[in-house]
């Protein structure tokens, strides 16, 4: 029987860490190479982007994609994590509520590329350990609070829709990119309305081309035959990139690694553009290889095969 390989969407439940997730569709599937392309937190649900077998061989290529959220964020309390799981900081906010003219002033104010400071309870890296470590260890740290925190990342927020404010409840939906925390912009929400915040709850509902409607619950992925059938299969992969077909000798090119010409596509003559990522199919739609294009010393563009999957 084959192994199992390609793309799995699973509807993460809050509870399980990410890592607890692959762990259980590892023992699911009896493979030990699967791998996920975006963490979840603990605390959230949602889209979960596994990747099994060879394919994990493409994370590259999907790590950076583009996520959206449905979000929660509760004023008026500020924690340590800047989520629910925190330990509260401060005196409880007892004033007014802003206006919901305000919220949307102060949503619209964080969208556009920022630099963003991770929250301390977060796999960032602070002299080469997670920021998570030391952040326990704070009795042990070194006095200068800036040195325990992570460095601000630029990260871009396209979109921030309030969806419902009232009672110092705000719901978004959110576009934003890969490695944006959402408890980040709740804590920074709640110090622009100078109420203090964190999130509440948060359910991500895309992460690239996976939707919720890609999405399988988890507890039904762990019967193996549930997960099998689940799999999308590599050659459906990678949509957005562009494609090309391979002839037989083209193939057999790729399993070599060498580089490919416009001898070896199906499409004769073909020339791939310039500074292109492409997708490489046998001639019966297999994806064998991503490869990108670069100039030869001829002064012909050829394909490098960078990932092979041979």
């Not at 649900?45 to 950076?64: C, E, I, K, N, Q």
């Not at 705000?170 to 709740?186: E, H, K, M, P």
């Not at 939707?211 to 193996?224: F, I, W």
């Amino acid at each position: 029987m084959d192994r199992p390989e390609g793309l799995l969407v699973v509807d993460k439940p809050v509870g399980p860490t990410s890592h607890d997730v692959v762990d259980r569709l590892r023992r699911a599937l009896g493979e030990k190479r699967i791998g996920h392309t975006g963490t979840l937190d603990p605390a959230a649900s949602g889209v979960l982007v596994l990747l099994v077998g060879r394919a994990t061989r493409l994370a590259r290529f999907m790590a950076a994609d583009e996520k959206e959220y449905q979000a929660r964020i509760q004023l008026g309390v500020e924690t340590d994590s800047y989520d629910a799981r925190g330990t509260i900081v401060g005196p409880p906010f007892t004033g007014v509520w802003p206006t919901e003219a305000t919220v949307r002033e102060a949503v619209e104010s964080l969208v556009g590329t920022l630099p963003q400071v991770p929250p301390i309870y977060s796999a960032k890296k602070i002299g080469g350990r997670p920021s998570y470590e030391l952040a326990r260890k704070r009795s042990v740290l070194v006095s200068d609070e800036n040195e325990r925190r992570p460095a601000p990342v630029e990260v871009t927020l396209s979109a921030a829709v309030v969806t419902a404010c009232g009672d110092g409840i705000i719901d978004l939906q959110l576009t934003c990119s890969a490695g944006f925390y959402v408890r980040s912009l709740a804590h920074d929400l709640g110090e622009r309305l100078a109420t203090g915040a964190h999130l509440a709850a948060l359910r991500r509902t895309r992460s690239g081309s996976a939707t919720l409607l890609d999405a399988h619950p988890l507890a039904e992925l762990e019967t193996n035959r549930n997960a099998v059938t689940a799999i999308v299969p590599m050659a459906r992969m990678l949509p957005h990139l562009p494609s090309l077909v391979l002839t037989q000798a083209g193939v057999r090119k790729v399993g070599h690694g060498q580089l490919l010409g416009a001898e070896d596509f199906e499409a004769s003559g073909t020339e791939p553009p310039a500074g292109d990522v492409l997708r490489l199919l046998t001639p019966a739609g297999a994806l064998v290889a991503v490869a990108r294009s670069t100039e030869h010393e001829s002064g012909l563009r050829v394909l490098h095969p960078s990932v092979v999957l041979m």
